[in-house]
């Protein structure tokens, strides 16, 4: 038990755990929980900007002048955009127009009620829905799925005085979205707050073993990687509708050769469907152990009464 001194007296810190009864569910975003790329869907056909000689120049920029892929598109963007660059408001109001995958948002609102069984909802176990993006923030907040999420990460945009965008706020590439799992595995879901500060295992809200990732294909590797050093569960998904198989291999390759994550699915997120089964039973496991975790220290702790 730490002691800290103030003045003269001591002052003796009792650090109590957390209840950590959440299950958090991480998802990727394009690819992911949609099968079309979120700057083509919403932002490409209102500008009237040809995506193909839109990524070319992202490739001439990455390849010929060193910069990285998601500051690419995001200084491509600015660029194509001038002189009359849209305000973040504006981004949001497009960001209505993205589109999901089947069973998405009405899965997050099934997950609510009719999963988790009485004794996991009296331990107060329950479900959140986290989404680490490379993609702007602010379409994603514009979209259907902003109300059935707990918190969403991705890439921003400042504003110059009239409020138009004009430089990268915040960029998050492949290799910095294991960040954001540190801070849902801490509670540190405001950005001001330093996710490298020490945090005992028993004060972190959402354990790693309470985690579910979702992704699609290699820029999740890092999160993979994460999920799998630390005893959380990971999930590759793959759009079913490519016919070029792209998409598939992408997957398989991250669980045949890769060995990153161990189960691969279509993008469907209906009732019944192979993807909902494993989230859904990944669920059901975690309560499970939290609740037998529970019942094992409180057993530990418990000190029996004298028999005759």
């Known amino acids: 038990m730490p002691i800290y ?36 869907e919403a932002i490409f056909p209102h500008f009237g900007i040809d995506g193909k000689q839109f990524w070319q120049r992202c490739g001439e920029l990455v ?3 060193g910069f990285e892929h998601e ?64 993609g702007l923030k602010e379409l994603i907040v514009g979209s259907r799925i902003e109300p059935y999420v707990r918190k969403i990460f991705g890439c921003e945009y400042a504003e110059d005085n009239d409020g138009h965008i004009t430089f990268p706020k915040r960029v998050i590439s492949h290799t910095q979205k294991t960040q954001f799992l540190f801070r849902i595995n801490k509670g540190m879901l405001d950005l001001w707050q330093d996710v490298n500060d020490h945090m005992p295992p028993e004060l972190r809200p959402v354990p790693f073993q309470n985690m579910i990732y979702v992704g699609d294909g ?24 490519d016919q070029s198989r792209v998409s598939f291999k992408k997957s398989y390759q991250l669980t045949a050769h890769a060995d990153r994550v161990k189960h691969i699915a279509p993008a469907d997120y209906r009732p019944g469907s192979h993807l909902r089964l494993l989230l859904e039973e990944m669920i059901l496991e975690i309560a499970d152990s939290i609740v037998e975790g529970r019942r094992e220290d409180l057993e530990a702790g418990t000190v029996r009464a004298p028999r005759h």
């Open 63 to 65: 390849q010929k002048h």
């Open 71 to 134: 500051l690419a598109y995001m200084k491509a963007l600015l660029d194509y955009l001038e002189p009359d660059r849209p305000t973040n408001a504006q981004l949001r109001e497009l960001g209505a127009k993205l589109s999901f995958f089947p069973g998405i948002p009405h899965m997050f609102e099934e997950f609510k009620s009719g999963l988790l069984t009485p004794e996991h909802q009296a331990h107060g176990i329950g479900v959140e829905h986290y989404i680490v993006s490379s």
């Open 5 to 40: 001194c103030a003045g003269d007296a001591p002052v003796v810190l009792h650090l109590m755990s957390v209840p950590q009864s959440i299950i958090a569910i991480v998802y990727d975003y394009d690819q992911t929980l949609s099968p079309n790329y979120m700057q083509e």
């Open 218 to 241: 290699p820029t999740d590797v890092p999160c993979f990687t994460v999920m799998k050093q630390t005893g959380g569960r990971a999930i590759a998904v793959y759009n079913p509708e």
